[in-house]
């Protein structure tokens, strides 16, 4: 028997009427949902050299960080009490697309920088992501999860960078191409920065703001795999698949270890048949980013289209043990027994 990997989707609604009433239901729903706060703060060293109004968006993104990993323990137990398990990582990108910033404070000490941030996560907020199709979400989990691995990358460059500056106890003086490496990590930084709006705005289905974050990005590092794979991930959701493909592929030779690029097109690939692709792009973002459990999912459905099951199994029972409550891949672990 042939196994051909499709996205489930609920039964289409119709009727005027109906549709009204789902309306008013949700706007309902809307003006009475919970409102949940959370604040935490973040703190950065700026190094000599480094811009000011840079370096306290260093601080402000450890607090966001931080902040956001409250909020998901709250996302992830809101939607379990509503019967809906989701990874923690879905959790996560929830609570970090979904915060509205209430308040933020900044201490600057000497170098250093401390940035008290207060956010509020919003139940109706919540539940728009909560009811997004499959594919949809794990697109945007994706998407957060490389933005945090990218700030981590960056971040340790530029730690690396501060040691080297630093010789028998007493800093070096700067050189032109120290000034060089701070200009060319910060421009990283801020495309980093407009990217995250592009995560929030995927999320949040505003595909236009979407669109100027990821073109805000390119006119700021045209090479910016991040930028690519945002614009591919849009072109999907506009009904333009093959101008995707070309986006992700895009990304993949801008930086041959942007794990996103691969699995979106991976993804793709799958839902092509086009199985072996599949099975070699997920190989690639498996080996850069092992912690996703996407990878192992959708590379799963793509040993089931070959007939490979023994693979298939394994591959969904790797997932599983990277989120347990990855509700999909047990059903797609059952189709390969």
Not at 79 to 85: G, M, S, V
Request: net charge neutral; hydrophobic share 35%.
């Amino acid at each position: 028997m042939d196994y051909q990997y499709h996205e489930i989707r609920g039964p289409r609604v119709f009727g005027v009427i109906f549709a009204v009433c789902m309306v008013l239901l949700a706007v309902t729903h809307a003006a009475f949902a919970a409102v949940s706060s959370f604040s935490a703060t973040g703190e950065y060293t700026a190094g000599d050299g480094e811009t000011p109004s840079v370096a306290e968006e260093r601080a402000f993104l450890h607090a966001k960080q931080n902040v956001a990993k409250q909020a998901a323990s709250y996302v992830e137990k809101y939607a379990k009490d509503a019967n809906n398990r989701i990874t923690k990582d879905r959790s996560f990108a929830i609570a970090w697309n979904s915060l509205r910033e209430t308040q933020r404070t900044t201490q600057k000490i000497g170098n250093q920088i401390v940035v008290k941030l207060s956010g509020s996560l919003n139940d109706a907020d919540i539940d728009v992501a909560l009811q997004r199709s499959e594919k949809a979400q794990v697109k945007a989990t994706l998407l957060v999860a490389e933005l945090q691995r990218s700030a981590a990358r960056l971040e340790q460059e530029v730690a690396t960078w501060k040691d080297s500056s630093v010789n028998g106890g007493e800093k070096k003086r700067l050189t032109d191409e120290d000034a060089a490496f701070i200009k060319e990590q910060e421009t990283k930084f801020l495309v980093e920065r407009v990217l995250d709006r592009s995560c929030q705005a995927y999320e949040k289905q505003e595909y236009g703001e979407m669109r100027a974050a990821c073109e805000e990005a390119l006119r700021l590092d045209y090479k910016s795999p991040g930028a690519y794979t945002h614009r591919g991930v849009l072109c999907e959701e506009e009904g333009n698949p093959e101008k995707a493909l070309a986006e992700y592929t895009r990304a993949i030779a801008e930086d041959m270890n942007f794990a996103a690029a691969y699995e979106c097109r991976g993804i793709y690939y799958v839902e092509k048949a086009q199985y072996e692709r599949a099975v070699s792009d997920l190989n690639k973002a498996s080996a850069i980013a092992p912690e996703s459990a996407a990878s192992y999912y959708y590379r799963g459905f793509a040993y089931l289209g070959t007939k490979k099951y023994r693979k298939a199994i394994a591959d969904f029972t790797s997932a599983v043990n990277i989120s347990p409550n990855y509700g999909e891949v047990y059903a797609g672990r059952g189709r390969a027994y």
